[in-house]
T-cell receptor
Framework: GDSVTQMEGPVTLSEEAFLTINCTYT??????LFWYVQYPGEGLQLLLK?????DKGSNKGFEATYRKETTSFHLEKGSVQVSDSAVYFC??????????FGQGTELSVKP | KAGVTQTPRYLIKTRGQQVTLSCSPI?????VSWYQQTPGQGLQFLFE???????NKGNFPGRFSGRQFSNSRSEMNVSTLELGDSALYLC?????????????FGPGTRLLVL
């Protein structure tokens, strides 16, 4: 079945460091891909998404490109801030209303 | 526009009891999905409702059920609670529930089963 694999955390970075969180997926068709973020004690918020191959999603300095050839959707940010500390989830959707999530990557940014 | 709301926010139950959780989607959204989040299993899809019909279902036992009302509000019910049902239950809504749409999540209901 469909699945998502994320790099394991926790990831600890200094402020202004470069961030990469790897995400690869397995799917039989052409899924839509998402990055969601969860701040402590809150629900999930969409960070960015891409719905077809070679699309680039971007938001708040974060970017991810839908790579069909490598079945990947890696999240990147050029300069992280303390406020980016959260848990990041990569997810795919092929069936309406159903998201399949990776295990989540906890990011901690130190000043 | 108000976001997705879930009630109650916190709940403590004992084994064998049943529980009902409620979700009010964003106005105009007709699709409501439910997820269970635990430290061990992560985020897992429970089911999705659209226009009062269950369209998709995850791999959970029949003790987990749900329904959707004509105003798109949704409830999920867990009967004969087990310790392993302790989790954060998240509800999400979207306009039509297509695979390309963003799902908007509520803050969750944290259920503790003793």
């Amino acid at each position: 079945g469909d699945s998502v694999t994320q790099m394991e955390g926790p990831v600890t970075l200094s402020e202004e460091a470069f961030l990469t969180i790897n995400c690869t997926y397995t799917a039989t068709g052409y899924p839509s891909l998402f990055w969601y973020v969860q701040y402590p004690g809150e629900g999930l918020q969409l960070l960015l998404k891409a719905t077809k191959a070679d699309d680039k999603g971007s938001n708040k300095g974060f970017e991810a490109t839908y790579r069909k050839e490598t079945t990947s959707f890696h999240l990147e940010k050029g300069s992280v801030q303390v406020s980016d500390s959260a848990v990041y989830f990569c997810a795919l959707s092929q069936q309406g209303g159903k998201l399949i999530f990776g295990q989540g990557t906890e990011l901690s940014v130190k000043p | 526009k108000a976001g997705v709301t879930q009630t109650p926010r916190y709940l403590i139950k004992t084994r064998g009891q049943q529980v009902t959780l409620s979700c009010s989607p964003i106005s105009g959204h007709r699709s409501v999905s439910w997820y269970q989040q635990t430290p061990g299993q992560g985020l897992q899809f429970l089911f999705e409702y659209f226009s009062e019909t269950q369209r998709n279902k995850g791999n959970f036992p029949g003790r987990f059920s749900g329904r959707q009302f004509s105003n798109s509000r949704s409830e999920m019910n867990v009967s004969t609670l087990e310790l392993g049902d302790s989790a954060l239950y998240l509800c999400a809504s979207s306009l039509e529930g297509t695979s390309a749409e963003t799902q908007y999540f509520g803050p969750g209901t944290r259920l503790l089963v003793l």
